[in-house]
């Protein structure tokens, strides 16, 4: 079993930033892929962006790319997420999500281990 654990979330305003955080604990060497998932109010959760758990591949929605950062330390088993120019329409709670193997990297339920969730909130 892997655990994963985000924080980091809060209330910032347009153009800000915040940095927001996973810690994996557990199996973390079964670890195949990482994500990061959003999901807002009366809507469906979306994927924001993904990094390969042991290469340095990333991927991102057109939504947040060039503004999003994934990145990962795995000395200390931790992910994280810049987010830069945030956007009103950015504000929802923030999934960090772990994956045992691909394809797939952008349907959530292609990822097997997920945290509780952390908002985050852009105010206008």
């Known amino acids: 079993q892997v655990q994963v654990l985000e924080s980091g979330g809060g209330l910032v305003q347009a153009g800000g930033s915040l940095r927001l955080s996973c810690a994996a604990s557990g199996r973390t060497f079964s670890i195949y892929r990482v994500g990061w998932f959003r999901q807002a109010p009366g809507k469906e959760r979306s994927f924001v962006a993904a990094?390969?758990?042991?290469?340095?591949?990333?991927y991102y929605a057109d939504s947040v790319k060039g503004r999003f950062t994934i990145s990962k330390d795995i000395a200390t088993n931790t992910v994280y997420l810049e987010m830069n120019l945030l956007k009103p329409e950015d504000t929802a709670v923030y999934y960090c999500?772990?994956?045992?193997?691909?394809?797939?990297?952008?349907?959530?339920?292609?990822?097997?281990?997920w945290g509780q969730g952390t908002q985050v909130t852009v105010s206008s």
């Open positions: 999500a772990a994956q045992r193997s691909g394809p797939q990297l952008t349907l959530h339920s292609a990822y097997d281990y």
């Open positions: 990094a390969g758990w042991s290469s340095s591949f990333t």
